[in-house]
């Protein structure tokens, strides 16, 4: 959900849920400007009615997505929530996603690819192949507290046998 955010008669857009490079700071609704964020430069094109989102990375501008201002209501966003985490073929109900952005760089969860991405262009990655090292990333790179979570050490087993590293 993007949210128009009006301060102070300074229109603003907010995004903290779109993932890996998602938004660490509001921007202004303000096409053509880069904008300086805690990681990545950022900024917005706008045409025929629509803006795109840009982040800046090494060196180059990359699209991430496109909006228009047009209201959205809540149906709109419950029949998308309801795909994502229900529909037998979506990503969020097949897989294991996370994402965090944190000082100076960001960390990726995608299954048991594990990669952190830092400020400069280096890129950490590492496969994980055990449930305990698993639920540590989950720990402490992605601050999820999974004690309590009923099956989670099975699920888990299950998804690592299906990505072949058990």
Same mark, same amino acid.
């Given at each position: 959900?993007?949210?128009?955010?009006?301060?102070?008669?300074?229109?603003?857009?907010?995004?903290?849920?779109?993932? *890996?490079?998602?938004?660490?700071?509001?921007?202004?609704?303000?096409?053509?400007?880069?904008?300086?964020?805690?990681?990545?430069?950022?900024? =917005?094109?706008?045409?025929?009615?629509?803006?795109?989102?840009?982040? /800046?990375?090494? *060196?180059?501008?990359?699209?991430? %997505?496109?909006?228009? $201002?047009?209201?959205?209501?809540?149906?709109? %966003?419950?029949? /998308?929530?309801?795909?994502?985490?229900?529909?037998?073929? +979506? =990503?969020?109900?097949?897989?294991?996603?996370?994402?965090?952005?944190? +000082?100076?760089? !960001?960390?990726?969860?995608?299954?048991?690819?594990?990669?952190?991405?830092?400020? *400069?262009?280096?890129?950490?990655?590492? $496969?994980? +192949? /055990?449930?305990?090292?698993? =639920?540590?990333?989950?720990?402490?790179?992605?601050?999820? !507290?999974?004690?309590?979570?009923?099956?989670?050490?099975?699920?888990?087993?299950?998804?690592?046998?299906?990505?072949?590293?058990?």
């Amino acid at each position: 959900m993007l949210l128009l955010v009006n301060l102070e008669g300074e229109d603003f857009i907010a995004d903290v849920g779109f993932g *890996g490079l998602t938004l660490t700071t509001p921007l202004r609704l303000e096409p053509g400007r880069e904008q300086i964020t805690s990681l990545e430069p950022f900024r =917005l094109v706008y045409s025929a009615a629509t803006y795109t989102l840009q982040v /800046k990375l090494a *060196g180059s501008w990359k699209t991430l %997505y496109s909006f228009d $201002l047009q209201e959205q209501h809540r149906s709109d %966003y419950e029949m /998308k929530n309801w795909y994502v985490s229900n529909h037998p073929q +979506s =990503l969020f109900v097949n897989g294991l996603i996370a994402a965090r952005p944190a +000082s100076g760089c !960001r960390h990726t969860l995608r299954n048991n690819l594990y990669s952190v991405h830092y400020l *400069g262009g280096k890129t950490e990655t590492r $496969l994980i +192949s /055990k449930v305990d090292d698993l =639920l540590e990333t989950l720990e402490t790179a992605f601050h999820v !507290r999974w004690e309590g979570l009923a099956g989670i050490e099975s699920r888990l087993e299950k998804l690592l046998q299906e990505n072949g590293t058990v």
